[in-house]
């Protein structure tokens, strides 16, 4: 289009330009400034092209937006800003105007343009906020069309000179005339105008001639100004037309200065113009002088009168003022080399100008300040190039008591001689840094009477500056400054802040000052800046003390702050000022914060600059940097209280140290690095602008995250260490950053982007806690706020909430708007920023909030407490649930609570708003870590829809909170958000849907209730999809409940609707229902309710009954409508797919049902087959192939199954993971009842042991106990489950062996002669008078080191099983556990548990064990033990107990201290130490390997199949939340706990016991008699038993009247009669030989014989 119909498209640009201006878009936002600026380029680049086609549209639309009638102050600004939008891309249109523009263009511009860019400048009104500007802007729109055009603005200038001699006094209208002060001028086009005003003055009106003579001179400086060379060749080479005129038209200007006033008029041209005549200065210098130019010298004559005062009249002395002011600028601009005679004049002359414009006692005023303060700088400057060495006048400006306006002026002629030097031969401002101190001390001054006067707080200094601390103190204001003086302050405090911003040096500099000095003086400096940036009544001089910031963060100024220790001062006073930026952001007290922001990322773009630039030797500044502990969560930090740390920053006194710098807070934070703070506050201001509901402030906020990493990234490189310790959530923020590049489609999808970056972040930081407990608190406010519209409304004038009104925290600088919701004070929800940065907020907190429940120590999850030994003998060791509810008062439990309320809000503005964002954000936003608590919160308030009996309370709230609470639970079981599976499973949901099922079923049947039982059967369908994520404490059982209520909907209301949109939803639920059905019984065994007096078979086939012929039913239904539908013809082909849909799931539900209970089943569905229906057969047929599909296994109708689920129930439990972990059986020992601890010990030895996987057990077991200890003295001391495991293996496996051992010795002590009379008796207080104490001692320390050397030489025969168990408590190897090792390996290189945890004292701990529940327990009761046939006497019993005390302090390793009669023993412990640590050692550093060890316990009898299979029963829903909340959860898994739990469903509860199966019908055996009979005898030693084992012909089952086990011979699998007659016979002469009878039964007809142990 661009090439083909240039007009057009260049129309269509110009069109598209004006739509978008504010007066027609409204208000600016971020998306629309960028796209005006982009059209306004667009336009400047054609008008290079197409000049007059650009031109003329701008025009045109001016001319439109400046007749626009408007009303309202927003329209008034959006006006404006439009002017001001249209005149910039005027200016620059103009200035780019190409050289061959027609003449008709040039025509145009001056009939269309000019006259509407004439009208700004004409229609100038004093005060007007805008005026001044839209002036500004219209000059330089003249000026550019000037430069070009001339002719067309000359002619037009010319034309109202002609008509200005023509008419009268009162018609005279200059405003053309002038136009002459804001063209273009150069030499030639100067020498016209005055050619031009020579030939018309006289003819001109007075007032004409007045505006003349005024406009010809700012004509003039517009040419010195901008063409310099041109006015000092000049000089060079004097121009005799230009003095010609200059001086044509000085004659005619003179005499028109009839009377004084004239005269004050005139003389500032009459000196502009003779300086245009430099041969005629040079003449008039003379002595004499020609007649012709007497008038010139008796010109200066009279003004050097004035000047000193001598003329009599004011006005001429002020006139005389400025003319020599004109004198001294217009000499600046020419060289001094040049030698010219007007360096004399201005001599001459500049004495007496300086005495009157700077006299502090009588100051120079003419009743305009703003025209004298000018004149005074003008003045200053010149002086300044003229003599930059004579500072005289800069002292009397610098004085502390000289008036306000003269350090105005000072300042900006500091200002204006550092910005302006175009002249090479101009000085420059070096020359005034010796006066950094004294302009250091004006601004300190100033800024206190500033913000002093406008009612704010003093200015808070770091650091007073010592040179001036006196000074400082000494200002002190009994009152408040006047509004004037505040005003006045105010202009000078904005004039010293652009000072600094010009050349931060001039402050910087500290001539001969040391280092703390000058780190002192900057930091008061930085922070009188700091304080000004906050300041909302000062918006310019915020804005300015923002770019001077910046200015004095560049490297060349950061190395001025204080260049002895230019890195410690940089990280002290920069960390102090971000600091305090950072709080006032989060606090709220700044507007435009959107503008410092993006201050605040330039900020530290240049502190990274800095921080490269000095990377090597930022080593020096370590002690200022801090690392976060990662494994810990948290920064290495100490925390302060807020208020304390506010004023520690600001406050801070800088001190220099040896080497190095550190912070004394002037409120007792002594030593806290402001550096750490700063970050921590930093990341909090970065962490709440992501909620902002302006798009601008979140893309800026995400993109300071960027410079974060910089940061850190330079930081590790300096000190060689990760970048996650110094930012532990690194990677999220780099992502926020790559987003902050990216275009978003919106503010919904940025905010989106925004929470799951949010959800991302891993480790819990001060900066991020501390984000959301402020967001919370706000989001707490703003929700009250909300909930009460419109009672926060003003009322009568007043806030009824008594909230203080503060700045919101996202204001945008065109805004300029008061977000209430985050400020405080009432609110406006018709205001929709309003209400989205409500959203915003509530989505941050569910997003962030579970790196806060981290940083709490996983506060409110479910935990158990291991039960490793009695309450009151080990820590943490009682089971107990720890519930979100014992953590209610945490931030993040209550920001739950709230929300759950707020998902019922019935707010009637906003109630539905509010409702759907909730539902959404916690479904879908809401971090995964809060899952477990949020589920609980749901329980626990469902719960209460229900009385005391279980009866629902059906209210409408109730309803909707159900309702609400299914939606949310299906969009997070439906949203798979980035670890969601590791924490839905930290809390078992089962209850919650229990009730959600129990609550809908009353709803009844309208049209509101079907859908919401529809949306519940949706999410039990997503449920069991999400199962393997999930808990379930009794899956099973809870399936088997949700089956039985869910079918109760089916076919519910679906025959009986009338209406067919019921009838639809009614099919739509029944699709529902069923579907959610398929998904339940997908591997579900039927499970009937327990205690209902049916056998367990007869109960299960009854419930398949039940439920295979509702869905026959269902089938049946599905047929005959489907039949009804067909002969309606196309009217009802929508709920034909319904119908086709619900008939293919209720397939599936059959085949699944019948799948998982083909036992109970298919004796009910088998005849099916035979059925008289086609139909009904086609749909068995259609079962039977799914099922066989599904690879259903009839193994379950074979006659052990019984037995071979128990088999499959034992591999379960002493199923080993890859780390050598134990699932079932740790989480079953970490939830029995310590009541029934000696069974589950003789359960878990006895199966562990059959299985060659004892060692594993005693690891796991030995492992929890060890660390559980407080001590090595209190290991195996309680009566834990560890202590009864080990127990338990000394007494099975070590029988024999103490036997072998005990037996020989106790018969020696008790039956030889020797010891017949020998008493034991050591105890003072216990011996007989005819007793001696020294030879009972030496009887018992005989018996004692017999017993002793007898132990310890017995190494050889300590049995494999008991070293393994000691070889668990201690192992002496050097290789560590490898991470990657094979579990081959680690089951072989695993260190020592007690080595570990105690290693000074691990191999006592394995002695002390081994005597304290082995060895001295048989010694001292060796009839119980088994070892005697009957009690010792008591003297010999005293004796055995006397010498296992010594024995137990020998392996203990410990000395007799408070038994004074056990003390003489004490040497024979210690010499025996060594002897007993060598057996120790023997005994625990070596471990056979498995395969050489005999089993004595291959054997696994009923009792205790069946002790385990009711441990597991009644503890499975324990076991499941334990799995659940166990730390090694991930890593296993649930499948362990799914097997288990569907293999006790199959089994029935342990009190079914089926009477037909005889191989697992015994009673419950609880004795151990027989196994220990069987390893005491090693019967398992024998090979004739092994012979017999591996015959495979017996199993033991029962036990006989006596209580003894029972075994059964399978005579079918004997294949030598003759065999099993030698073996029997064996066995019963083997048995009877050990007082045991066999009785052998055998029948005809049995292929069994029963052999009874009697």
Same mark, same amino acid.
């Given at each position: ?474 200002? @002190? +204001?009994?009152? !408040? ?6 005003? %006045?302050?105010? *202009? /000078?405090? #904005?004039?010293? =802040? ?110 990274? @600059? +800095?921080?490269? !630039? ?6 020096? %500044?370590?002690? *200022? /940097?801090? #690392?976060?502990? =990662? ?126 970056? /949010? ?896």
């Amino acid at each position: 289009m661009a090439a083909h119909k240039p007009v057009e498209w260049v129309q269509a640009v110009v069109n598209r330009f004006d739509e978008q201006l504010p007066i027609k878009a409204g208000q600016q936002n971020t998306h629309t400034k960028v796209s005006t600026e982009h059209n306004k380029e667009c336009l400047i680049n054609i008008s290079k092209y197409k000049f007059s086609l650009v031109i003329s549209g701008l025009t045109n639309i001016l001319k439109n937006v400046n007749n626009m009638r408007i009303f309202g102050e927003t329209a008034e600004k959006n006006l404006y800003l439009s002017q001001l939008i249209i005149l910039d891309t005027l200016e620059k249109c103009l200035a780019g105007q190409p050289k061959d523009t027609m003449r008709l263009d040039e025509t145009m511009l001056v009939k269309q343009l000019l006259p509407e860019i004439c009208h700004f400048i004409h229609t100038y009104r004093e005060g007007n906020q805008h005026a001044a500007e839209l002036r500004n802007s219209a000059s330089g729109v003249l000026f550019s069309l000037s430069c070009n055009n001339f002719n067309a603005v000359f002619s037009r200038i010319s034309t109202r000179l002609q008509e200005l001699t023509v008419c009268s006094e009162d018609n005279a209208d200059v405003h053309d005339i002038e136009l002459l002060q804001y063209i273009s001028v150069d030499c030639s086009k100067l020498k016209r105008l005055l050619q031009e005003t020579v030939f018309k003055f006289k003819a001109l009106k007075k007032v004409a001639q007045l505006a003349v003579i005024n406009s010809l001179e700012k004509a003039f400086w517009n040419w010195v100004e901008n063409y310099p060379d041109e006015f000092t060749k000049l000089y060079q080479t004097p121009q005799t037309d230009m003095a010609d005129c200059a001086e044509k038209l000085f004659d005619l200007v003179d005499g028109f200065a009839e009377s004084t006033k004239r005269k004050a008029a005139v003389w500032p041209l009459q000196i502009i113009l003779l300086v245009l005549c430099p041969e005629i200065i040079q003449d008039i210098a003379k002595d004499v002088v020609e007649e012709t130019k007497m008038n010139k010298k008796l010109f200066l004559d009279n003004l050097r009168k004035a000047l000193a005062g001598h003329s009599g009249s004011r006005q001429l002395t002020e006139s005389a003022a400025i003319a020599c002011v004109k004198l001294c600028k217009a000499s600046t601009y020419i060289n001094w080399e040049d030698n010219s005679v007007i360096f004399l004049l201005v001599q001459s002359m500049v004495v007496d100008l300086k005495n009157l414009l700077f006299n502090p006692s009588k100051p120079f005023s003419r009743g305009n300040q703003n025209a004298d303060v000018d004149l005074m700088i003008d003045c200053l400057v010149s002086c300044f190039r003229i003599n930059p060495h004579n500072n005289q006048h800069f002292k009397i400006c610098l004085a502390q008591n000289s008036p306000s306006t003269f350090h105005y002026v000072l300042v900006n002629s500091l200002h204006r001689i550092i910005t302006n030097s175009a002249l090479d031969w101009w000085p420059k401002i070096d020359a005034v840094y010796c006066h950094s101190m004294e302009l250091r001390s004006m601004f300190s001054e100033t800024l206190h009477k500033a913000i002093q006067g406008c009612g704010a707080h003093p200015a808070i200094r770091m650091t007073p500056s010592l040179t001036f601390k006196e000074k400082m103190t000494s200002l @002190k +204001f009994k009152e !408040k400054p006047t509004d004037l003086e505040t005003r %006045s302050y105010k *202009f /000078l405090l #904005l004039s010293l =802040v652009k000072l600094i911003h010009a050349d931060p040096k001039l402050l910087l500099c500290n001539p001969r000052k040391q280092g703390p000095e000058t780190q002192g003086s900057t930091a008061e400096l930085i922070t009188g800046l700091v304080q000004l940036v906050p300041q909302s009544s000062m918006p310019d001089i915020a804005q300015e003390a923002m770019e001077a910031l910046l200015v004095l963060h560049q490297l060349d100024s950061i190395d001025l702050w204080n260049p002895d220790a230019p890195i410690e001062t940089f990280w002290e006073i920069s960390s102090q000022m971000l600091f305090y930026i950072c709080k006032k952001l989060t606090s709220h007290q700044m507007l435009s914060s959107t503008e410092i922001l993006k201050w605040l990322r330039e900020i530290l773009i240049c502190r990274n @600059k +800095f921080l490269l !630039k000095n990377k090597q030797s930022d080593r020096s %500044s370590c002690h *200022f /940097l801090f #690392l976060y502990d =990662v494994s810990g969560g948290g920064p290495s930090q100490i925390s302060l209280d807020h208020e304390e740390m506010i004023r520690c920053a600001p406050g801070a006194t800088l001190r220099k140290g040896k080497g190095n710098s550190s912070m004394e807070s002037t409120a007792g934070c002594s030593g806290t690095p402001i550096c750490r703070q700063a970050q921590t506050k930093l990341e909090v201001a970065l962490y709440m602008f992501l909620w902002s509901p302006d798009i601008e402030a979140v893309l800026v906020a995400m993109s300071c995250f960027r410079h974060l990493c910089e940061e850190a990234d330079i930081r590790c490189g300096v000190d060689e260490v990760s970048v996650h310790n110094f930012l532990p959530n690194y990677n999220t923020f780099m992502e926020f950053a790559s987003v902050s590049n990216m275009m978003s489609t919106g503010r919904a999808a940025l905010q989106k982007r925004v929470m799951a970056l /949010l959800r991302r972040i891993e480790h819990p930081t001060a900066g991020n806690t501390e984000a959301w407990e402020d967001t919370h608190a706000k989001w707490e406010q703003a929700t009250k706020l909300i909930l009460n519209y419109p009672k926060t409304k003003m009322e009568d004038g007043q806030v009824t909430m008594n909230f203080s009104v503060t700045e919101s925290l996202h204001k945008t600088i065109v805004k300029r708007r008061m977000s209430h919701v985050s400020g405080g004070g009432s609110i406006d929800l018709s205001d929709t920023d309003s209400l989205q940065e409500w959203i915003n907020m509530t989505g941050f907190l569910c997003a962030l909030g579970g790196v806060c429940l981290q940083h709490r120590s996983n506060a409110g999850l479910a935990t158990y407490s291991p039960p490793m030994g009695p309450v009151n003998e080990r820590k943490g060791s009682m089971v107990s649930m720890v519930s979100t509810e014992g953590n209610a008062e945490t931030p993040v439990s209550k920001f739950i609570d709230r929300l759950l309320t707020l998902m019922v809000c019935n707010h009637e503005k906003v109630g539905l708003q509010i409702r759907t964002n909730i539902k959404d954000l916690v479904g879908l936003e809401l971090s995964p870590a809060l899952y477990p608590m949020l589920f609980n919160k749901l329980k626990n308030t469902i719960s209460k829809f229900f009385d005391s009996q279980g009866q629902v309370l059906l209210t409408e709230t109730n309803t909707q909170f159900v309702e609400q609470t299914i939606a949310i639970m299906k969009n997070l079981l439906d949203n798979h958000t980035e670890g969601s599976s590791e924490h839905l499973g930290q809390a078992s949901i089962e209850t919650m849907m229990l009730n959600l099922v129990r609550y809908v079923r009353v709803l009844g049947n309208l049209v509101h209730a079907i859908q919401i039982k529809t949306k519940l059967c949706q999410l039990v369908e997503v449920m069991m999809e999400r199962r393997d994520d999930l808990s379930f404490c009794q899956e099973m059982k809870f399936r088997n409940k949700m089956v039985e209520y869910l079918t109760d909907w089916v076919m519910g209301t679906s025959n009986q609707a009338t209406d067919e949109d019921v009838k639809c939803l009614t099919r739509d639920l029944d699709q529902a229902s069923m579907e959610a059905v398929v998904s339940l019984l997908a591997g579900l065994p039927l499970q009937p309710e327990e205690g209902d007096g049916v056998e367990l078979m007869e109960a299960k086939s009854q419930l398949f009954l039940k439920y295979f012929t509702l869905f026959m039913n269902l089938l049946n239904d599905c047929s005959e409508v489907e039949d009804e539908s067909a002969q309606t013809g196309g009217r009802k082909r929508g709920m034909s797919r319904r119908l086709a849909s619900l008939r293919h799931c209720t397939v599936l539900a059959m085949s699944n049902l019948l799948n998982a209970n083909v036992d109970s089943g298919l004796m009910h569905s088998i005849g099916l087959g035979y059925h008289k229906d086609l139909q009904t057969r086609a749909t068995f047929m259609e079962v039977l192939t799914k099922i066989l599909q599904q690879g259903t296994e009839f193994d379950t109708l074979a006659e052990t199954v019984l037995a071979d689920r128990f088999e499959r129930l034992v591999e379960l439990v002493t199923m080993m993971g890859d780390q050598g972990e134990l699932p079932i059986a740790m989480a079953l020992a970490n939830v029995v009842p310590c009541s029934q601890w000696d069974e589950l010990a003789r359960v878990l030895v006895t199966l562990f042991d059959s299985r060659h996987l004892l060692y594993q057990l005693l690891w796991n077991m030995f492992s929890k106990e060890v660390e559980l200890a407080d001590s090595m003295q209190t290991l195996f001391r309680g009566n834990s489950l560890a202590s009864k495991i080990m127990t338990f293996c000394f007494k099975v496996y070590g029988a024999t062996y103490l036997q072998k051992l005990l037996e020989p010795l106790l018969r020696t002590v008790i039956t030889s002669p020797e010891w017949q009379h020998v008493s034991f008796e050591v105890d003072p207080t216990r011996l007989e008078p005819t007793e001696s104490l020294e030879e009972n001692q030496r009887s018992l320390l005989q018996m004692t080191e017999k017993f002793f050397h007898a132990i310890i030489n017995s190494s050889s025969e300590f049995p494999p099983q008991l070293r393994s168990v000691c070889h668990c408590l201690y192992q002496a190897t050097c290789h560590s556990l490898l991470n990657k090792a094979t579990v081959k390996e680690k089951k072989e290189n695993k260190k020592a548990v007690v080595s570990q945890r105690f290693p000074q004292n691990s191999i006592g701990a394995v002695g002390s064990a081994m005597f304290l529940r082995f060895i001295n327990p048989a010694i001292v009761s060796p009839y119980e033990a088994g070892i005697l046939d009957k009690k010792p006497p008591p003297r010999i019993e005293r004796g055995l107990k006397l010498m296992s005390k010594i024995l137990q302090s020998i392996a203990n390793h410990v000395l007799f201290t408070k038994e004074e009669h056990m003390r003489p023993f004490n040497d024979f412990v210690k010499s025996n130490f060594d002897a007993a640590r060598r057996f120790f050692l023997d005994i625990a550093s070596d471990c056979p390997a498995s395969d050489t060890v005999n089993h004595s316990l291959s054997f696994i009898s009923d009792g205790n199949v069946l002790a385990l299979h009711r441990l597991l029963w009644n503890n499975q829903e324990k076991i499941g939340q334990y799995l659940s909340s166990n730390r090694d959860h991930k890593a296993v898994g649930r499948r362990p706990f799914d097997k288990m739990a569907t293999l006790l469903a199959y089994l029935g509860p342990p009190e079914h016991k089926p009477v037909a199966d005889t191989h697992w019908s015994s009673l419950n055996l609880t004795s151990s008699k027989f196994e220990e009979f069987m390893t005491r005898h090693q019967v398992h030693e024998k090979e004739e038993f092994k012979a017999l084992k591996t015959l495979n012909i017996f199993y033991q089952a029962g036990t006989s009247k006596a209580g003894n086990p029972v075994f059964y011979y399978i005579a079918r699998r004997a294949t030598n009669k003759q065999n099993f007659c030698s073996i029997s016979m064996w066995k019963i002469q083997d048995w009877s030989d050990q007082r045991r009878f066999i009785d052998i039964s055998c029948t005809a007809n049995s292929e069994a014989i029963l052999c009874k142990a009697i």
